[in-house]
């Protein structure tokens, strides 16, 4: 039933759009219409007189109040170093030696760094040396076995040794582990002083200090004097006071954290793993806020009008990507056939009914919205609008064409619907799910391809799809977003083929692939901004042309629900959900003048 209801969604919303261009300017109109999304510029300005202002009221915080923030799912364990996966909650309670700054509203966050356990630090001009002089003020936990004392270098120098012999993500970072990773060592030349010595210049290395996957500054009894993985004995922002396995976190505000403490006194994370319950929850006034998708928010604040509508920054979040097989005799070794997979995807109509876009704008609320390139949609400076002529040749394999497409794909010699599979993983959200239906349904205009999707248990899509470099038949088609922090994360971890990381979404440098690859090793390496930004536009360029996968279709700027006495909410935006604990959270506060 699913597949059949979303089908008829799209349909009727393709349908709709057709009708209006052809009414308006013919064929024309049609094609116009496609290419250019429609008039993106209409509710650029809020007529609804829903939204509340996005204010910063922090001259009239005060401390106290609770802070119930459900999860979804429980956390795997506490120490970040054995958990990719929301880093155990580390930036709860841990900190690095840098974070993120994080961006004011309405600005979209730059990931450029402030200084954490560092106050200041300093990088040779050959890109070689990092020193870092610490805080004199970092305390740790009061409790045992840390019992309050200050952090200092040795600290950071065990925690990269613990994170260099068992880290998940340690062959991104050491280059004694991966030759295409960058640090040599990490020293500790006095108490105060971290001297990192790299095996080669790596372009904005500072924004792998704040990456959330890789260095964390854990104190010298993690060595067995307390279980890291049941326990947590940090300096960050919160700390931790119990995990009760299936039922949730706790922590409390830590009045000795060296940057400006929470206002917030206590922090409680509940699971709730039912989305329904959790926006029950939210209306009920429990939560004070939780995220609620787009078809939903208007409903909810119909059901519920004195929780508060904010609009959010353009959401910086990367694209998955759709995956193609690059197996001897896989239709998608010819450039042709992956162009034409592209120009099959109708992107503003995805947009439009996965981000609720129209009826936003019907209600007179502003919506922008934007087209993924290999590079995120919301992510400065280095997105190009395809819809524009930066991308140059490669933009026109982004409109939506399907009788170009067939073109493409009879001249490849292909003159039957190509059979294949689509892989994806059980256990994704129904809203993914639903997404990956619509994108198979997209694909199988014109007959092109006939595509049986296939959803593989989680374990297995992670071996033989997500890892397997396209050594797999057919489609992935959602082979995820890949990482926050710098965009060489993304771009190193998603298509550089030499560092050859599992997730890399191929693993030959195939001829068409030379000078993608080339530019990929060049941007890695670039110090000066200005050079390393050309170099990244003209990679964006040239995978563009290629098409090596298939970005999802783009992003729309949303919005949130929050009860008024949530006080300073969307003030500040992180770089990463998962960094936002200790860049954002802690200017939130309880109003309790505003309390129902």
């Given amino acids: 039933m699913a597949g059949s209801y979303w089908q008829g969604v799209l349909k009727g919303r393709i349908s709709r759009r057709r009708a209006l261009a052809a009414s308006a300017t013919g064929a024309l109109g049609a094609a116009f219409l496609a290419a250019c999304g429609g008039a993106d510029d209409e509710g650029s300005k809020d007529s609804s007189g829903l939204l509340t202002k996005v204010e910063d009221t922090t001259k009239n915080a005060k401390p106290g109040g609770t802070w119930l923030s459900p999860l979804a799912s429980d956390t795997l364990g506490l120490d970040p170093y054995s958990v990719a996966i929301g880093s155990a909650q580390a930036p709860w309670a841990y900190s690095r030696l840098v974070l993120y700054k994080p961006a004011r ?3 979209t966050p730059l990931g450029d760094v402030v200084g954490d356990g560092a106050e200041s630090w300093e990088m040779t001009p050959d890109g070689l040396r990092f020193t870092f002089k610490l805080r004199p003020n970092v305390k740790l936990d009061p409790r045992p076995p840390t019992n309050g004392r200050m952090m200092n270098a040795q600290d950071v120098v065990f925690s990269a040794n613990k994170f260099k012999a068992g880290g998940v993500s340690r062959g991104e970072f050491f280059n004694s582990l991966s030759p295409n990773s960058p640090v040599e060592s990490v020293e500790p030349p006095d108490a105060r002083t971290v001297l ?3 095996a080669f210049p790596k372009a ?97 604040k119909r059901e519920q009008p004195k929780l508060n509508l904010y609009a959010n920054s353009f959401p910086d979040d990367r694209p998955s990507m759709i995956g193609f097989s690059f ?24 947009i439009d009914t996965f981000y609720n876009v129209s009826n936003f704008k019907k209600e007179g609320l502003p919506v922008e919205s934007r087209w993924h390139t290999h590079f995120a949609a919301g992510e400065p400076p280095y997105w190009i609008d395809p819809k524009g002529n930066g991308l140059g040749e490669g933009a026109k ?15 490849a010699g292909h003159n039957q619907a190509l059979r294949m599979p689509g892989f994806f993983s059980t256990g994704l959200p129904l809203s993914t799910t639903r997404q990956i239906e619509v994108l198979a349904e997209m694909l199988q205009q014109g007959g092109l391809f006939s595509i049986q999707l296939s959803n593989l248990p989680a374990t297995e899509f992670i071996n033989r799809v997500f890892n397997g470099g396209g050594l797999h038949e057919g489609l992935a088609m959602q082979q995820g977003p890949g990482v926050s922090g710098d965009i060489d994360n993304q771009i190193t971890v998603r298509f550089n083929v030499t560092a050859n990381p599992p997730q890399c979404l191929l693993r030959t440098v195939f001829p068409w692939y030379q000078k993608t690859q080339s530019l990929i090793d060049a941007q890695r390496k670039e110090l000066d901004e200005k050079k390393r930004l050309k170099i990244l536009e003209d990679l964006q360029k040239e995978m563009a042309l290629q098409m090596p996968a298939v970005p999802w279709p783009g992003i729309a700027s949303g919005f949130s629900l929050a009860w008024p006495w949530f006080a300073n909410f969307n003030i500040l935006t992180a770089k990463s959900v998962i960094t936002a604990p200790s860049e954002s959270w802690p200017s939130y506060w309880f109003d309790a003048s505003k309390k129902v």
Avoid: C
Avoid at 327 to 350: I, N, Q
């Fill in 105 to 107: 509203y309405p600005e």
């Fill in 196 to 198: 990192v010595k790299m």
């Fill in 204 to 300: 904005n290395m500072l924004a792998n200090f704040a990456f959330q996957r890789y260095l964390w500054m854990m104190p010298v009894e993690a060595d067995g004097r307390f279980d890291p993985r049941q326990e947590v004995r940090g300096s960050g922002p919160w700390r931790f006071e119990r995990w009760d396995q299936g039922l949730g976190v706790k922590y409390v505000r830590n009045e000795s954290w060296h940057l400006k403490p929470p206002f917030f006194e206590r922090l409680e994370h509940p699971i709730v793993s039912e989305y329904a319950a959790r926006r029950t929850q939210l209306i009920a006034g429990n939560v004070a806020t939780t995220t609620v998708t787009a078809d939903d928010l208007l409903p909810t």
């Fill in 327 to 350: 197996l001897e005799g896989s239709p998608f070794r010819d450039e042709r056939v992956r162009r034409a997979a592209s120009m099959l995807l109708d992107r503003e109509t995805f």
């Fill in 397 to 411: 394999y982004f409109q939506y064409d399907v009788a170009e497409a067939t073109k493409l794909v009879r001249a």
